[in-house]
């Protein structure tokens, strides 16, 4: 089996089903990927969640929406999003490693292949409490502000059918931070990495 990974510095976020292209400074680039054979299963493959997982948290604290507890990952924020006259409320977990954000590519409610993840990347001693309003925006309107603040690093997004992720980030030096995390991890992985110049 050979899986092939692609940074895309240019693509066109319609097409991919994506938010706009952050502002400057901040850096919008596209994660693609490639498994051959392909998986019978549809998703993103396992080796690909791990890379990303891994090279993501290197970076920071991961916090993504799930749809009921994991044993191990205590509950971090709730958050309600209104929907007509109801407001149910969506848990969010911290991952601080791998393991911990493995589940955000396999929630059954927010569903990757459908679309319906996003992960945010958090300063490594920030809180929950200050991004409150992003997770509002997110999972609320489905939309991205035009620029990430501190505390955010990074916003991921899932593409078109969970076939990639559109990753947003702060500025440069955090773009290339992941860049060289995202290396470290597909090369650990024997996966083959290209970078779109």
Aim: hydrophobic share 45%; net charge negative; proline share 7%.
């Amino acid at each position: 089996m050979t899986i092939k990974l692609e940074v895309l510095r240019r693509f066109d976020a319609k097409a991919w089903q994506t938010a706009h292209p952050l502002s400057p400074p901040g850096e919008t680039t596209l994660i693609t990927w490639e498994e051959e054979p392909p998986s019978i299963d549809a998703g993103v493959p396992k080796a690909i969640q791990s890379a990303l997982a891994a090279c993501l948290c290197e970076l920071g604290v991961v916090v993504y929406a799930a749809s009921a507890a994991v044993d191990e990952l205590p509950v971090c924020a709730e958050v309600s999003i209104r929907k007509g006259f109801r407001t149910p409320p969506i848990r969010f977990h911290c991952a601080k490693s791998a393991a911990d954000l493995l589940p955000a590519f396999t929630d059954s409610k927010h569903d990757w292949t459908m679309s319906a993840q996003w992960l945010v990347v958090l300063e490594a001693a920030a809180g929950v409490g200050k991004i409150h309003a992003l997770l509002e925006q997110l999972f609320g309107d489905w939309t991205l502000p035009e620029v990430l603040r501190p505390p955010v690093l990074m916003v991921i997004q899932a593409a078109v059918d969970g076939d990639g992720a559109a990753c947003y980030s702060a500025n440069s030096r955090v773009q290339d931070q992941f860049l060289n995390a995202l290396e470290r991890s597909a090369d650990h992985a024997g996966i083959e990495l290209t970078v779109q110049t």
